[in-house]
């Protein structure tokens, strides 16, 4: 058996590995490449294999940064089937559209951008047609049953707990007389979520797959963050202000709503001052995806299953209110009434949550709660490191509002919940290989599996090949990381001296343009923006020297290439500093 890591490793998202046993070819996962520009362009690559050649897919779960990828392969080929279980099925009969719909929407903007600079439109990674026909191919599969998937291969989909739907994978292998088991852990919830089970015990495994998202971090504990929600909402509805969550509309929007119906419908002591807030939901995927959960509370966790069976919804109450249309959406800021409004995007870079920030930041008696991991670059993280203005809509909005960050709703299990979960193995695997993480996470969890259970480990990156024969595992290809920050090494590393003759003229024609607007600047505002221009490129100019000492270090370009970049930033910072200079004395005058 073969595994090759083509996504999720060296790299967080686009969660996809390829196993290969015999003739066939499986798939773990086929998730989108999310984050930062650099990431998101790997999904214009093609596959590192034959979308046609692949015989299934086995999906863990619903997360576009695991699934988002499938239209794709399907557009690409792909013909075979897709085992899910049937939760993630019906999540991504409108995570999978929803992706099709942002692709769509994505291509159309950049088109119009393309066509007015004279540039050939651009095609969406896929369309809804494409994530509509993906969907035929899935064969929803329900936890705990064997599948046989061949005459070698038999899986069984456990429970995550990570999200609904969520799954460990267990595969059987019966080769050459013997029967190996790979587990794949999907990604693993932390116990005690609301809603969903926690994650399920798997018995035995020869080796596995594990995540290692919050591989090297510690989640605060449930109670505390249950009644910081609480009272800061309630806080916030004594100043006559609005709460604003931003919040993921899959999973997180819900556990939301199940921890306020305890206030609202259970025994909670602020019932009668939560009784009179409205609550919106201002997401239309929310709204389905809240349908969705409705649809399976067979497999929510006993304490949920129980409330229902006594009667009360915890995904409904009184005062909840599901906002469908864009008007209503508007509606919801015309009056200053206060209530709480939870609206996607959870990161705040797109979505409807981006006008009731605008309506909502620059008042002094609103509250922003953020109640999820805010990713480097997106406007939540400006935001809860302390933004005095941020721009929405072209316009800067002035930030008023009090900013609140409840740690400890996390969709993933912390370092303690990844070990306990190794433990409870009664038959350990003789090898784990660590995925979807940061590097550093992977290290840390890394060392941590090596003391306490003896284990070895492995930290595969980007295309990593492995062969698995009986007790043996070999590298077959080693793979490169691209973790967000490693990405510009990367580039060093790609083609050492075109990427540096690049940035050498980019400075080249920075230092062109300042020279020759300094002759121009005369307005006042003019000069305001450039300042700006240049406090900006100072700091990218330090970013791109720490950059390039880390790549001499790595032995990736020489010293001679380092200096002529070194020299050229030096002759900017001049510039910069006679302009500046400049600037002020005319502002004197
Ligand atoms: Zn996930
Ligand atoms: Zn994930």
């Known amino acids: ?90 999540l991504c ?126 989640h605060d504990s449930v109670e505390e963050r249950v009644e910081k929600l609480a009272i800061t909402i309630l806080d916030t509805i004594k100043k006559n202000g609005t709460v604003v969550i931003p919040a993921f509309a899959v999973g997180r929007t819900q556990e939301i709503i199940y921890e306020l119906n305890e206030h609202y419908d259970g025994e909670s002591e602020f019932k009668k001052e939560f009784s009179k807030v409205p609550v919106y939901i201002d997401s239309p995927l929310a709204s389905k995806a809240t349908d969705v959960f409705k649809k399976n509370a067979h497999v929510f966790d006993a304490k949920t299953r129980e409330k229902i069976m006594s009667g009360d919804n915890p995904l409904e109450f009184k005062n909840l209110h599901f906002t469908q249309s864009v008007d209503e959406s508007k509606a919801l800021n015309a009056s200053t009434k206060p209530k709480v409004i939870i609206s996607a995007s959870g990161m705040c870079n797109a979505g409807r949550i981006r006008h009731h920030l605008k309506h909502n930041l620059w008042r002094e008696n609103a509250t922003v709660v953020f109640i999820g991991y805010q990713a480097e670059g997106t406007l939540g993280k400006i935001l809860k490191e302390g933004a005095k203005s941020v721009k929405l809509f072209g316009e800067d909005v002035a930030v008023n509002a009090n900013i609140v960050s409840i740690e400890g709703f996390s969709g993933h299990a912390d370092q303690e919940g990844l070990l306990k979960w190794v433990e409870a193995i009664k038959e350990k695997p003789k090898k784990i290989f660590l ?86 600047m005369i307005e006042a505002d003019k000069r305001q923006a450039l300042l700006h221009e240049i406090e900006a490129l100072k700091d990218l100019a330090d970013e791109i020297l720490t950059k390039t000492e880390d790549a001499i270090e790595n032995k990736q370009i020489r010293i001679k290439n380092y200096k002529q970049l070194n020299n050229l930033i030096k002759e900017l910072e001049k510039t910069l500093v006679n302009l500046s200079l400049n600037n002020t004395q005319e502002n004197f005058k």
Request: glycine fraction near 6%; hydrophobic fraction near 35%; proline fraction near 3%.
């Open 1 to 90: 058996m073969q595994i090759k890591f083509t996504g999720g490793a060296g790299v967080l998202t686009g969660s996809c590995h390829l196993i290969t046993y015999n003739d066939k070819n499986i798939l773990l996962d086929c998730g989108l490449f999310q984050g930062k520009a650099e990431v998101e362009k790997l999904n214009e690559e093609d596959f590192p294999f034959d979308p046609k050649s692949i015989d299934y897919v086995i999906l863990s779960h619903a997360h576009i940064d695991h699934s988002g990828r499938i239209p794709l392969l399907v557009k690409k080929g792909f013909r075979g089937r897709i085992y899910a279980s049937s939760p993630t099925y019906d």
């Open 93 to 218: 009969t409108i995570m999978l559209m929803d992706s099709a719909h942002i692709q769509e929407t994505e291509a159309e903007w950049k088109t119009r951008k393309a066509l007015r600079k004279g540039e050939e439109p651009l095609e969406p990674l896929y369309t809804k047609a494409d994530a509509e026909k993906s969907l035929n191919y899935f064969k929803p599969v329900i936890y705990g049953q064997y599948e046989e998937i061949d005459d070698i291969l038999t899986m069984r989909f456990l429970d995550a707990g990570h999200i609904l739907g969520s799954s460990i994978v267990e595969m059987w292998f019966k080769e050459n007389g013997e029967t190996r088991k790979l587990v794949f852990s999907g990604d693993i919830g932390m116990t005690q979520k609301p809603i969903i089970r926690d994650p399920q015990i798997v018995e035995k495994a020869d080796y596995l797959i594990l995540e290692s998202t919050y591989g090297n971090r510690f």
């Open 435 to 520: 995925v979807h993480g940061e590097q550093e996470a992977k290290l840390e969890l890394s060392e941590k599996i090596a003391q306490k259970f003896n284990i070895e480990t492995h930290i595969p990156q980007m295309n990593a090949v492995y062969r698995i024969e009986g007790e043996q595992v070999s590298q077959l290809e080693e793979g490169y990381l691209l973790d967000s920050d490693e990405i510009e090494k990367k580039e060093f590393k790609k083609d050492k001296k075109l990427v540096l003759d690049d940035r050498i003229k980019e400075f080249e024609a920075i230092i062109e343009t300042i020279e020759r607007s300094d002759e121009e």
